[in-house]
């Protein structure tokens, strides 16, 4: 257990990745439009939601993380990325065979 700002209790949940899993990330500049990306991008391609970060107060990014096989990372990013419109849409990232120490950075969730 970890303690987070204002006494908040963060837990850290870790998923298990498979080797030849790849990672996707992407990273908008509001709130409304990173839950619309990762709808979309879960929606449209067998993958697995890592984390939902919603950043609160002024600006309010938010980024979408997600795991699973390389094509449907691509395509999930690509519809979340649609999704997200370019308006809003800071960057995406598709690591096809991140470094093990990444790979579970990746996948260490924050609860």
């Known amino acids: 257990m970890v303690v987070g700002g204002l006494g908040q209790e ?4 870790e998923l298990q990745l498979l080797e030849e899993d790849a990672v996707g990330v992407i ?15 879960l929606k ?3 993958v697995r939601l890592v984390d939902l ?17 390389l094509e449907d990372i691509e395509a999930a990013v690509a519809m979340g990325a649609e999704a997200a419109t370019e308006a ?24």
């Not at 963060?10 to 949940?13: A, G, S």
């Open 10 to 13: 963060v837990r850290r949940i």
């Open 53 to 69: 970060h919603l950043g609160r107060g002024i600006g309010g990014k938010g980024t979408v993380v997600l795991t699973g096989p």
């Open 44 to 46: 449209g391609a067998a």
């Open 88 to 111: 809003w849409l800071v960057a995406t990232e598709v690591l096809a065979t991140p470094d093990a120490i990444v790979s579970q950075a990746a996948v260490t969730r924050r609860r």
């Open 27 to 41: 990273e908008v500049s509001s709130l409304s439009a990173a839950v619309r990306a990762a709808d979309a991008a």
